[in-house]
């Protein structure tokens, strides 16, 4: 069956491969203590910019929240005179909040989501006991995505693509010849992202991988975490579809599906859970705003004892 969406991304992407005036300027800011890559993605004819997947700075010992690393990313705009008109989530993360509302106060813009945050929304709204106040509709987002949406950075086109697995709601974001990959891949010498949380599917990613992987091979790949793989000094977060389908250690080319879903399933068998998924889930189903303040007029943090 022809998939319409990935020949269209694919069209796009050679097109920005031949016309360099078609390929945005990506710079990435590395946060250490997340291993989370936010990106700031703008045309330089221009000058107009997305942000994605922004870092929130949480200390999760003292509830306190900070905005170093969203600082960072509006010192990167101003010097360069950008313009922000979105601000893209490529799924709800389990192991950073999103700095999107203090971004998008300071430097406004669209903030977009998958359209299947909504099934996300309702499995974590009931593990929290959020309430029936707790919208489930994606009503937190001002655009949610189909798979094959097409939108732009300036004059440099843009297409979503759904990849579910990892969560039923990630994105991949196809802007000129640069994707962004959310949690499918990671660098070559990495692999893959777990599919263990509730609504992931090992088999949904691997089939959601090999869609990236007919992509054009010298599309640049940039990837949502680096956990620096054993033997490499520095860490690393661009790479190309041939580097991925040639070396990737989970997925490379002639590894079939039931063998990636054998690997896959016993691996994530033996990760422990995200250290900020707790606060990171609850404040991100939200669009990156904290729950509602109780009668003291403070915001809490759940924690479900014996429920995952």
């Known amino acids: ?118 099934h996300v929304q309702e499995v974590f709204g009931k593990l929290f006991n959020a309430g029936t106040e707790f919208e489930r509709d994606g009503s937190q987002f001002d655009r ?38 959310g949690d499918t891949m990671f660098m070559p010498d990495y692999g893959t992202a777990r599919a263990d949380f509730p609504g992931g599917d090992a088999r949904q990613l691997y089939k959601s991988i090999r869609r990236l992987l007919d992509l054009p091979r010298d599309a640049r790949l940039f990837m949502c975490h680096d956990y620096k793989a054993p033997g490499r000094d520095t860490y690393a977060w661009e790479t190309t579809v041939g580097a991925q389908r040639d070396g990737n250690v989970h997925v490379h080319d002639g590894v079939g599906e039931d063998d990636f879903v054998d690997m896959r399933t016993k691996r994530d068998a033996t990760l422990d859970l995200p250290v900020l998924i707790m606060p990171s889930v609850q404040v991100n189903i939200r669009g990156g705003h904290m729950p509602e303040p109780e009668d003291n007029g403070i915001s809490y943090i759940k924690i479900p004892v014996n429920a995952v």
């Open 1 to 118: 069956m022809s998939d319409t969406h990935l020949e269209q991304a694919s069209l796009q992407i050679s097109a920005a491969l031949a016309d360099e005036f078609h390929r945005p300027v990506v710079k990435g800011f590395f946060d250490e203590d997340t291993y989370t890559i936010t990106y700031v993605v703008h045309d330089p004819a221009t000058k107009q910019a997305a942000i994605i997947d922004s870092v929130l700075d949480y200390a999760a010992n003292s509830g306190r929240t900070s905005f170093a690393s969203a600082g960072a990313v509006i010192a990167y705009i101003t010097s360069q005179n950008l313009k922000v008109t979105w601000l893209l989530e490529t799924h709800a993360h389990a192991d950073h909040l999103s700095a999107a509302p203090y971004l998008q106060e300071k430097l406004g813009g669209t903030l977009a989501i998958g359209r299947q945050i909504t």
């Open 144 to 181: 949610l995505f189909e798979d094959g949406d097409t939108f732009a950075i300036g004059s440099i086109p843009a297409i979503a693509l759904h990849v579910p697995g990892h969560t039923p709601a990630d994105l991949a974001y196809v802007i000129g010849d640069a994707v962004f990959l």
